[in-house]
């Protein structure tokens, strides 16, 4: 099993982060360029990857009282991740993506998770920006 974490502070009270990360209708806003997620019948979700032009089944839920989203492969079992945000003083909040892959053959390597996972957080600040309208940077 090989595991990736990272964390990113954005201006932002924790909840407006939360709401923009779990609204599962705009994932692809701030999620790797290269993942399309497409509801089913919650939690079921289904994943395209570009990368491999497959489509994965998938569970996405959300769990506003903790501000967790966690997601995983459905019948593979090849990977698994969360996001967490969490209050910070100031009207500030961390947020932390990890993922889990239980099957090498899902794990891209380091340096490919790494950027997608600096990208994700990246544009999911720039969204929360934009929505709260804080645009300074």
Request: aromatic share 6%; proline share 5%; charged share 30%.
């Amino acid at each position: 099993m090989t595991e990736y974490e990272r964390s990113r502070t954005m201006p932002a009270e924790a909840e407006q982060v939360f709401d923009q990360a779990a609204n599962v209708g705009q994932l692809d806003t701030w999620l790797p360029r290269d993942l399309h997620v497409e509801p089913d019948d919650p939690p079921a979700v289904t994943v395209h990857e570009d990368r491999t032009d497959r489509d994965t089944s998938a569970l996405l839920s959300a769990r506003p009282e903790q501000m967790r989203l966690e997601w995983g492969t459905r019948e593979q079992g090849g990977y698994a991740g969360w996001l967490q945000v969490a209050g910070l003083d100031g009207g500030a909040s961390e947020v932390t993506v990890h993922l889990s892959f239980f099957d090498e053959g899902h794990d891209p390597g380091r340096s490919v998770v790494d950027d997608a996972l600096e990208g994700s957080l990246r544009r999911l600040e720039e969204r929360v920006r934009t929505r709260t309208g804080d645009a300074t940077g």
